[in-house]
């Protein structure tokens, strides 16, 4: 056995044994998170952005509204589109370069929870019918990592995406002409992620790096203002029995509005 491996090992025992206590290695109780902070229009050069702390854990979220021709089966539709960036300076284990499964993996589930929801009108995104329409991009920039990146980042995009707006254009004879005026995105849905993850026969809510760095399975749940599911992803290398999976969306549900709350400002 590796020396890494040794040391994921004694961890692993360490936080299993705290658990079996009914608490965890920072005292908070199965159900709790960390402190959420939430600042919105932090950026002075992005159409909407938002900075979000969840424990240590600290992101940073851009909107950006570009231009672009529309897809061939929805040509009056504008797109959104959502990426992430690890920084080297979040973690000393990232290095620079293309995005790791890591990253693309929080860019999709964060990307799926927004468009499942449907959470932008985006035949308000329209300007010229198969020609021309907005992009939407949400920019997910990790600055500090300790755990739950997929709800901090969840949280991020909302908030951001609350306070962004978007250029108007003017269309004459054919052509786009982008004016001065900008206004406001048409947000529909306001979808926030709760992941909750297994270690051991033990699930709990907002993990600490460490917590992720043992855990079994993780299934992320996105929930809409009225309760209702809109997606979910399992990862880790365990499975979920179904009583599992039916606390894991109970216990998210809970807690769902909550994040809300603090993402759009109420």
């Known amino acids: 056995m590796s020396k890494s491996n040794i ?3 004694l961890k692993q025992k360490k936080i299993a044994e705290v658990l079996s206590t009914g608490k965890r290695m920072d ?3 199965f159900g709790d998170f960390r402190e959420l902070t939430i600042k919105r229009n932090v950026l002075f050069k992005s159409e909407g952005s938002a900075e979000v702390w969840l424990g240590k854990t600290h992101v940073m979220v851009g909107v950006k509204v570009g231009t672009g021709t529309p897809f061939e089966d929805t040509p009056n539709e504008g797109v959104l589109m959502t990426n992430a960036e690890f ?3 979040a973690n000393a284990a990232w290095e ?3 995005p790791n499964e890591d990253s693309i993996e929080l860019a999709r589930v964060v ?3 927004l468009r499942s929801a449907e959470v932008l009108d985006t035949a308000a995104l329209n300007i010229i019918s198969g020609k021309l329409v907005h992009i939407v991009f949400v920019d997910l920039y990790v600055l500090n990592y300790d755990g739950n990146l997929i709800d901090a980042c969840s949280a991020g995009a909302i908030a951001a995406l609350m306070g962004a707006k978007k250029p108007v254009y003017r269309v004459e004879n054919g052509e786009a002409k982008r004016t001065e005026e900008k206004v406001p995105l048409t947000v529909r849905k306001k979808p926030v992620a709760v992941s909750v ?4 026969d033990k699930l709990i809510l907002d993990p ?3 917590e992720e760095d043992v855990m079994d399975a993780r299934l992320t749940v996105t929930f809409d203002e009225a309760g209702n599911v809109c997606t979910m992803q399992k990862s880790g290398s365990e499975g979920l029995t179904l009583d599992e999976v039916k606390k894991c969306i109970n216990m998210a549900q809970e ?6 709350a603090k993402a759009i400002g109420d």
């Open 87 to 89: 920084t080297p300076i």
């Open 27 to 29: 005292g908070r109780a």
């Open 111 to 113: 990307d799926r929870g």
């Open 208 to 210: 600490t790096a460490d």
């Open 96 to 98: 620079p370069g293309p």
């Open 197 to 200: 993850i297994k270690i051991g």
């Open 255 to 260: 807690k769902a509005p909550q994040i809300r």
């Open 7 to 9: 040391v994921s090992h």
